[in-house]
């Protein structure tokens, strides 16, 4: 098709249509600014907020942390010591090996041992609990003289109905060590 305008209108419509195309593209990309910035608008108030609430939180820390650091690490001392008390390990006077080996060395062939319970007390010092069986008194009370004779043990408890029977005594003493 043969275009039957004259060069100069035919140059004023081209001009007139990009000015058109640049003005609706201008008009596109306008509002497409506007919509993206519409979008953004909630997330740009919410971290403003955030902002503010952790620059008020950091404020108060900061303020509890100047006024209380001394009774803090006052406390955490004190806590970290006690702890350091508890964990202490302090060595017995006497092992337990030892304390066990000293009531073997003082039983004879007539006194059998068939339980020990060995307890620390809180000031340090152990409690033994021994029980058995005695051929007959004289044994029994044998062993708990030669208990009261180790270095290790402070006093030795055996109670009067252990001589009840005369043979076979089912026994149990009770032994302080240091």
Known sequence: MANLLPKSEQDNLAHEYRLRFAAVALLLFGSLGTVALAALIPSLF????????????FDTLSQDNTLDS?????DVLVAAGKEIKALKFSSP??????????????KSGNI??????????????HSIALIGQAKDRDSLV????????????????????????SSNINYSITVDAI
Do not use: M, W
């Open 112 to 125: 059998k041992v068939s339980g020990i319970r060995v307890t620390k007390n809180q000031n340090g010092s």
């Open 46 to 57: 919410l971290s403003h907020q955030k902002e503010v609430v952790i620059a008020k939180t």
């Open 93 to 106: 006077a006497v092992s337990v090996y030892s304390l066990i080996n000293d009531v073997i060395r003082a």
């Open 142 to 165: 044998a062993f708990s003289k030669a208990l009261e004779q180790e270095k290790d043990f402070t006093k030795v408890t055996v109670p009067v109905s252990n001589f009840v029977d």
């Open 70 to 74: 001394k009774n803090k690490l006052e």
